[in-house]
C-alpha cells in the first residue's frame, strides 16, 4: 500500500465516523420530521377600504336619550371594523345626570338651607368659607350683588349664574372636591339651598326639591345675550393689525387699588417726589399740659335696654358674619376686625387690624345708621372696603344685628 493510499484512506475512515456521530446526536435531539406537513395557506382576500364612513340614522332611547351609531353595522354594509360595543342601560344612566334650566333631569329628593348648613360646613367650608364668602383663592359662591358694572366685579352664585340648574349639576357632579359623587340627592338639595340662602335668595326654611325648583328666581337670569361677535366683531379684526402710532395718546384708566400698592394721591409719580423731612416738633412741658378726659359714647348708646327677642334675632343672622368675625370672650381678629364693642366704637378704629386705606381715613363712629348703611350695602358705603359680603337686605335683618352688635358692645 502507497504512502497516497494510507493517506486517503485514513480521511475517509474519519468522516465516516464523523458523518455517523452526526447522525445519531441528530436522532436523538431533533424532532422527527412530520410525515404530514403543513403547507402555507392561500392569503385572504385584502378587506377593501370604505369609500366614506356611513352613519346611521339618530335613534332615542326609553330616557330620550339620542343615540348615533358612527358607522353602519354588518348587516347594511357587509363590512365589521370590530370596535367598541353598545353601551349598557347602568352605564349609560351613570352618564346621563344632566339637569337642565326648567329642571328637567332632576333626582327626587329635597332639601333646606337650615339642613343644608352643616352639610355645607363638613364638606364645602374648607374651601368656600363657613358662609360661602371663598377662603384665600378658592372661589367665593355669595355676595358680588350689584358689582358686575363694576370695574372689579365679584362673580358668585347670587350675582352673576343665571341658572340655578347650573350650581345643582355642578354640586352633583364634581364635588367635594376629590370625593366627587359622593353626596345624596338630599345632600346636594341642601346643599344648594344653603348657597342660595347665603346670597338671600331663599329664605332658610325654604325646601328646595323638584316640585319647588320654578320658584327660585337667579339675580342674573335676564344678564346673558346671544353672542353675535361672529357679524360685529370679527370682520373687525380681521383687518390689518396697526403695529406703531395707533392712539394719539396713552392714559391710564385703572390703578392697582386691589392689592393696595397704587398712591390714591393725584399729581403723576409719587415715587419720583422729593421726600420732606418734617422739622421736629418743639418739646412741650408734659407736666404743664392739661389731661383730656377720655371721649365716652353717647348716653343712648351705653345705657338703653335691649329688646332681648331682637338680639336673639340677631345672633341668628350674625351667622352670616361669624366666618370672618368672632364676638364674645376670647374674640381675636380674623379675616374681619372683632366686633366686641362695635356699638359707638371709632370706625376702623380696632389696633392692630389692617383696614382699607377709606375705612381706616372715613372717621365718624359706629351708629344705628352708620350700621344699617354699611350692613346694606358694604361697598356702596364704604368704596374699597375688602370686605365681600354683598349686604343684607331685609330691614327687619339690619335691626336684629344691630341689637345684637349692641349686646356684645356692653
Not at 365681600?388 to 344691630?402: M, P, V
Request: charged content about 25%.
Amino acid at each position: 500500500m502507497s504512502k497516497s493510499l494510507k493517506l486517503f484512506g485514513g480521511t475517509a475512515i474519519g468522516l465516516l465516523a464523523l458523518g455517523t456521530a452526526a447522525f445519531n446526536f441528530a436522532d436523538r435531539s431533533i424532532a422527527p420530521f412530520p410525515e404530514n406537513p403543513r403547507t402555507l395557506a392561500a392569503l385572504p382576500a385584502p378587506i377593501p377600504e370604505p369609500e366614506a364612513p356611513v352613519q346611521a340614522a339618530e335613534t332615542a332611547s326609553a330616557d330620550g336619550l339620542v343615540v348615533s351609531a358612527a358607522y353602519a353595522d354588518e348587516a347594511s354594509t357587509g363590512t365589521r371594523f370590530g370596535l367598541g360595543r353598545e353601551a349598557l342601560p347602568e352605564e349609560v344612566a351613570a352618564w346621563n345626570v344632566d339637569v337642565s334650566p326648567d329642571g328637567t333631569g332632576l333626582p327626587d329628593g329635597s332639601g333646606t338651607a337650615a339642613e343644608g348648613e352643616p352639610i355645607f360646613e363638613e364638606n364645602c367650608a374648607v374651601c368656600h368659607g363657613s358662609f360661602a364668602e371663598g377662603v384665600d383663592n378658592w372661589p367665593k359662591l355669595a355676595g358680588g350683588d350689584g358689582t358686575l358694572a363694576d370695574d372689579d366685579p365679584l362673580k358668585t352664585v347670587g350675582s352673576y349664574w343665571p341658572y340655578l340648574s347650573t350650581v345643582w349639576d355642578y354640586v352633583h357632579r364634581s364635588m367635594p372636591f376629590g370625593n366627587a359623587q359622593t353626596l345624596s340627592n338630599d345632600e346636594v338639595y341642601a346643599i344648594v339651598a344653603y348657597i342660595l340662602y347665603s346670597n338671600d335668595i331663599i329664605d332658610d326654611e325654604f325646601e328646595l326639591s323638584k316640585e319647588t325648583w320654578d320658584q327660585v328666581e337667579m339675580a342674573n337670569a335676564d344678564g346673558f345675550i346671544v353672542d353675535d361677535r361672529a357679524q360685529t366683531e370679527y370682520p373687525i379684526w380681521s383687518t390689518e393689525p396697526c403695529m406703531e402710532n395707533c392712539k394719539d395718546s396713552v392714559e391710564i384708566t385703572m390703578r392697582a387699588t386691589v392689592l393696595d400698592v397704587t398712591p390714591e394721591e393725584e399729581g403723576g409719580d409719587t415715587a419720583a417726589a422729593p421726600v420732606e423731612t418734617p422739622e421736629p416738633a418743639p418739646v412741650e412741658d408734659t407736666a404743664a399740659a392739661p389731661v383730656e378726659e377720655p371721649v365716652e359714647a353717647p348716653a343712648e348708646m351705653a345705657v338703653a335696654a335691649l329688646d332681648a327677642d331682637l338680639v336673639a334675632a340677631g345672633e341668628n343672622v350674625f351667622k352670616k358674619c361669624k366666618a370672618c368675625h368672632q364676638v364674645g370672650e376670647g374674640a381675636k381678629n380674623r379675616t374681619g376686625p372683632v366686633l366686641n364693642g362695635v356699638f359707638g366704637r371709632e370706625i376702623g378704629g380696632v389696633e392692630g387690624f389692617r383696614y382699607s386705606g377709606t375705612m381706616a381715613e372715613m372717621g365718624g363712629v359706629w351708629d344705628e345708621e352708620s350700621l344699617h348703611a354699611f350692613l346694606s350695602n358694604p361697598r356702596d358705603y364704604v368704596k374699597g372696603t375688602k370686605m365681600s359680603f354683598a349686604g343684607l337686605k331685609k330691614d327687619e335683618d339690619l335691626a336684629a344685628i344691630t341689637e345684637f352688635l349692641k349686646s356684645v358692645s356692653q
